[in-house]
């Protein structure tokens, strides 16, 4: 059973346990790898640097699926900076020793995590029981902005949970406001709130509903836009969920269009320069020109906020 359940045996250690011979482990041991039931599902593995004996799991998770969701876990740089390698001690366990060298590199590789609080690995655990259960919690939120009221005390249900853009998201609904997005290691505080509510589901919106809208961010009403765009298409399609091409123009561009939290689609309109141009809607055209004058008048006489 402890084989199964992923502990390792040394045989000296385990010997002096049951006050038995190093013999009679060698013994048990060879009975249980030779046991048909334990062959169906497993096979047993020795560590030669530190004589243990582990059982691994047929047909389970493989290396290359192992190394795969470690890379990412990795590259995502959400999680701060102890949890990841908890995370990949754990998946190194799953497989053969001749297979944990190539997770022992990936160990070595420097983690650079976001700025975040709190514990994002206990928080993710929390917030799935509230969803689960449809749990009503009261919480205080660190917003964006320097304006923003950290103390006030709001209400809500956690409905969703979704990861985006280095960040972990909870859709939390409420009568008076609907379903609001936070990002979950910006709540401050949070505590459960004894009375139950339930909520019709054809009140809420998702996780994934909200971030097949979105880019980064988002705030602002959803829209339909579109727009030109000389970049690598592909591209833009991968950053602008929901949009498809409508058109191949003469010079290479193309036209594309789609539905976007408009907040978020300002974003990345901005970050392609002279590379996107905005055809719809008139009001996105209006916003984008004078976010440009904005920053053009910046540098207006040389100055600066550096400077």
């Known amino acids: 059973m402890r084989l ?18 190093k013999r009679t482990i060698y013994r048990d041991l060879q009975i249980i790898r030779e046991n048909p039931i334990f062959n169906d599902n497993y096979h047993m593995e020795f560590d030669e640097s530190h004589e243990n004996r582990f059982a691994v799991k047929d047909e389970g998770i493989n290396i290359n699926e192992i190394l795969t969701i470690i890379q990412i876990l990795i590259g995502v740089r ?17 497989v053969s020793v001749k ?15 976001v700025k975040s609080n709190g514990n994002l690995l206990s928080r993710i655990g929390e917030f799935t029981d509230f969803i689960r259960l449809q749990t009503e919690i009261e919480f205080t939120y660190q917003g964006s ?10 209400q809500g249900i956690p409905v969703s949970l979704y990861f985006s853009n280095f960040y972990f998201y909870v859709v939390i609904f409420s009568e008076a406001k609907g379903s609001r997005t936070y990002r979950l290691d910006r709540l401050i505080s949070y505590k459960k709130i004894t009375k139950s509510t339930n909520i019709l589901r054809s009140k809420l919106e ?6 097949n809208y979105t880019y980064l961010l988002n705030g602002g009403r959803k829209s339909y836009f579109k727009i030109q ?17 409508i058109k191949h123009e003469p010079d290479g561009s193309v036209i594309i269009e789609g539905y976007l939290y408009l907040q978020g689609l300002k974003l990345w ?16 055209v209006n916003d984008i020109k004078k976010e440009l004058r904005a920053a053009l008048k910046q540098y207006d006489n040389g100055d600066s906020h550096g400077e």
């Open 4 to 21: 199964i359940q992923g502990e390792k045996i040394n045989s000296k250690d385990a010997a002096r346990s049951y006050d038995v011979t």
């Open 78 to 94: 959400a999680l701060a900076k102890p949890e990841p390698k908890e995370i990949i001690y754990h998946l190194r366990d799953l």
């Open 99 to 113: 297979d944990q060298a190539k997770i022992d590199r990936l160990l070595k590789t420097e983690y650079l995590p």
């Open 145 to 154: 902005l320097r304006t923003s009221d950290n103390k006030r005390s709001r």
């Open 206 to 211: 998702d996780g994934t509903t909200i971030r």
């Open 229 to 245: 765009c000389w970049t690598y298409p592909q591209t833009a399609l991968d950053r602008l969920p929901n949009s498809r091409i």
């Open 269 to 284: 309109i901005m970050s392609e320069g002279t590379l996107v141009k905005v055809l719809e809607p008139t009001s996105l």
